[in-house]
């Protein structure tokens, strides 16, 4: 009984009496004994060091043309893809748990997507108009948007591509167009994942000019060439279509080169910085909090999201265990925020304590 470790940690009189009782014997001359703090519940509680809330939480949502249709994504259990009305349902939802934030990803078709990403900037796609229901519906909510051609791209890259390279400076250009299209639409961040080099800069700059200075920009500075994004790519049908994503995204055996990216973000004007992804790169997310005074986000990314559910289901670990103690360490590792597809679920567990 006071060993109990689950989130919610009833606090029993009797308990706590029979703690204080005085031990008979104490053999050992021992002045440090760290477990006189962990002796139940309401110390535990008064000595912790990293507390988890709803506020550290932004809520990746993804969206599908189409009325009154969700699906749920195979690897992905308990996430779905939503039409735009049920979208606000779920964004309400979300706002009734207390979540402030949300993160918007599309399922494009495959008839809109081209090289160029032309669908990325156009004012009517599904992304703005996304925002704006979003924005009416649940005007406090704040909305961050992807800057990146993957969801667009008939390549499925995050850049446009020549002879099966990844352009860099032609892609900044679209991806300039598409922050400021996000923008004028009612974004509060616009939210560079694509990792081209110098888009920061050339985003804020676009952004200043057309008058938004007000929107920020959560640059993906610290974001791997990873293999826990496959479950996102089931998501949004944007695998590549040839080759992998390793000559932008980062090695994953790489922090200084992080610490590079973080520099070069900040320098261009990012308001946050992000690592991606986060349970792997827990090293990464404590370096970069060392290092810069600017908020860290942490995106705990889809295949980390899939692990746990897919243990869960089989019975094989505590799911809601697991998931507030991943959610916490990665808070404690410096994250002031996270991306989570948890984030509804560890709510309603936040709430329960
Ligand atoms: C697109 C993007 C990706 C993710 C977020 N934005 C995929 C990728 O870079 O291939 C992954 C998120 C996740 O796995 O949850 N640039």
């Known amino acids: 009984m006071l ?18 009782a005085p031990v008979a014997e104490s053999a050992i001359a021992q002045p ?32 599908m043309e189409g009325e009154n249709q969700r699906q749920e994504v195979p690897s992905m259990p308990g996430c779905h893809r939503y039409t735009l009305d049920l979208l606000l349902a779920e ?19 495959e008839a809109q997507k081209d090289n160029a990403g032309t669908e990325s900037y156009n004012p009517d796609g599904l992304v703005p108009r996304a925002i704006r229901a979003v924005k009416q519906a649940v005007p406090t909510m704040l909305v961050f948007t992807d800057v ?13 591509v020549k002879d099966g390279e990844i352009l860099n ?23 560079p994942s694509d990792m081209m080099d110098g888009r920061v800069g050339s985003i804020r700059r676009a952004l200043d000019a057309a008058g938004w200075i007000n929107v920020g920009i959560l640059a993906y500075s610290a974001k791997y060439a990873s293999a826990y994004y496959g479950p996102f790519r089931d998501a949004l049908d944007s695998a590549p279509k040839f080759g992998d994503k390793k000559t932008y ?15 070069l973000d900040i320098a261009e004007g990012a308001d946050m910085v992000m690592v991606k992804p986060a349970l792997a790169y827990m090293d990464v997310i404590y370096r970069i909090k060392q290092h810069t005074n600017l908020p860290v986000a942490a995106y705990n990314v ?4 899939a692990m746990i559910k897919a243990a869960a289901q089989q019975g094989w670990i505590d799911g809601q265990a697991v998931m507030l103690e991943t959610l916490t360490s990665m ?8 991306l989570t597809y948890f984030a509804k679920e560890a709510a309603l567990a936040l709430r329960q304590k």
């Open 3 to 20: 060993t109990q470790s689950t989130p919610a940690e009833p606090v029993s009189a009797v308990a706590e009496a029979a703690d204080a």
């Open 32 to 63: 440090h004994r760290p477990r006189r703090l962990r002796r139940n519940g309401t110390l535990r509680r008064l000595v912790r060091e990293t507390v988890l809330t709803v506020d550290d939480f932004i809520y990746p949502l993804f969206v």
């Open 91 to 109: 964004v309400e939802a979300a706002h009734a748990l207390g979540i402030g934030a949300i993160a918007l990803f599309p399922l494009i078709p």
């Open 148 to 160: 990146a051609l993957d969801p667009y791209s008939s390549e499925g890259h995050d850049g446009i």
């Open 169 to 191: 400076d032609e892609t900044v250009a679209v991806l300039v167009k598409q922050a400021v299209m996000q923008a004028e639409a009612g974004a509060d961040f616009v939210a």
């Open 249 to 263: 995204q980062m090695d994953a055996a790489n922090t200084r080169e992080a610490l590079k990216e973080v520099d």
């Open 302 to 305: 889809s295949g980390e999201y």
């Open 331 to 338: 808070k404690r590792a410096g994250a002031d925020l996270i």
